[in-house]
Each structure stands twice: as C-alpha cells, then as structure tokens.
C-alpha cells in the first residue's frame, strides 16, 4: 500500500467519524428542541419565568424556550373546590356546632396568584374560616336551627375583596352540614322526643274523643229506637264463621252463651 492510498484511508476514516458526531449532535439538537417545547392547554394560561420573574404571560398555544433560559409554568384555570370540614364553633349562647362548608374558585390572575402568596388556597383556606366563626358567634343555637342557611347570607361577597387578591376568584361559598356537638346534642335529642311523645299522646286522645263521641252518638240513636237494639241483638245472636259462641247479659241474673247454630243455646245458672 502506498503512501497516498493510506492517506485516502485516513481521510475517509475521519469522514465517516465526522459524519457519525454530526448524525449524534442533531439527533441531541432535535430531542433539545423537543424537550424545550411547552403547550399550553385551552384551560391553562403560561407564566413564562425569566431569570425567576414572570416576564410574561401566555396564552394558550405552543411556546419553546429553546437556546434561552427562560422556563414556563401552566396554570389551571378551571373551576375547583375547596372543602372546610369538622369546624367546631362555640354559638353565641356557648353551645357548640360543626360546620362543614364547599367554596368554588377559580384562578382568575395567574401571576399574582404565583406571587401574591406561598400557599394560596391556604391563605383561602384561613379566610373562610375566620368568617364562619365570626358570623356563628353572633347567633344562637335556636336561631341556628330554625334557620340553618342565614349564616351563609352574603358570605361569599364578605370575603370575596380578601380572596381576590390572592389572583383568585371565589364564585361561591355553600354550606354542606350543620350539626350539634357536645352535650346540646343530647339536649336537642330530648327535647324531640318530648315533642314527640306529646304529639302521640294527642293522637291517643283525640281517637279516644272519636271513639267515645260514636259510642254516644249510637246510645240516643238505640235509646230513641228501640228496634235498632233487637236488629243489633239479631245480628249479635248470627255470629259469624269461625268465631266463637257469642254471650249477652240477659236482666243482669245470669249469663247465657248462645251458638251460631239455631235451637243450640245452653242456659247458665244464676251467679
């Protein structure tokens, strides 16, 4: 082999390594590429972060921070909940309650909701029941329970101005239970079942008034109609299928029991 043919060895050897280092940077230029590419969703706004400050907000689209520094946070948009459960509040007669309360928001300013405070659904969180207990300690138990839904007048709007600057927009505060706790709930149970012992024992009474009225009226309709007496006897003395032998007070001297089949009475001697 002579000198030039090793030299056109050489040469296409460092072509070929060239072209392999070529082909492997722009497969790592082209997954760079990719992986510096960020969508953002139609329920999503884009904070595009610059040297940790939000230098701008995106819209919904395909964004790239390719060759820069800069870095995209998504936020959501949509609607969520925020559940306040087992709050346990002291009424304005001492006696304590448990509420349990649903708020639905949404994020309404993403950059001030990024900036405006570390944990915001906390801080909302706090506001919310800060304002429960305010307006529970202003009302009694019985108010309360006649009315459990005057609490949450204008709730939402009260605490709407503190929400808003946390880049949120609070669109509505439900409550979702109100219990008795502590003793006043065996308090409250004693008290329904007085109330309702007393409403049986007027149903008791009014039957009986019922009962006795109809039997008061049956004894003038018998005592101006002697024949309605004979006619009722008649149908005492028919009995019925199945039923035993019917027995009737004849004079007050002795008691006689009389079949349902005819001529099959036996008298009873005097007591």
Partial sequence: MTDWDSYETVVLLVAAAV??????????????????????????VGLRIHKGVVSEVLKPGQYSTWLTTDRIELVDTREQSLQINGQEVLTR????????LIARYRVADAKLHRTAHAYPSTKMYEGIQL????RIALTTLDELMADRDRVMVGFAEAIAPGIRTLGIELLAVELRD??????ARQAFADI???????????????????????????????KGNPELMNLRLLQSLA??????????????????????GAGETAPTGDS
Avoid: C, F, H, Y
């Fill in 19 to 44: 072209a392999i280092i070529a082909v492997l940077a722009t497969g790592r230029i082209m997954r760079d590429v990719r992986s510096a590419r960020v969508i953002v969703d139609e329920t999503q």
């Fill in 93 to 100: 007669d001492l006696l304590p309650v448990k509420a349990s």
């Fill in 131 to 134: 304002e429960l207990r305010k």
């Fill in 178 to 183: 109100l219990a008795i706790a502590g003793p």
């Fill in 192 to 222: 329904w079942k007085a109330q309702k012992d007393g409403q049986a024992a007027l149903e008791r009474a009014r039957g009986e008034q019922a009962s006795l009225r109809s039997l008061a009226n049956a004894a003038r309709m018998l």
């Fill in 239 to 260: 009995g019925g299928p199945g039923k035993p032998a019917p027995t009737i007070v004849l004079g007050g001297s002795g008691l006689l029991p009389v079949s349902s």
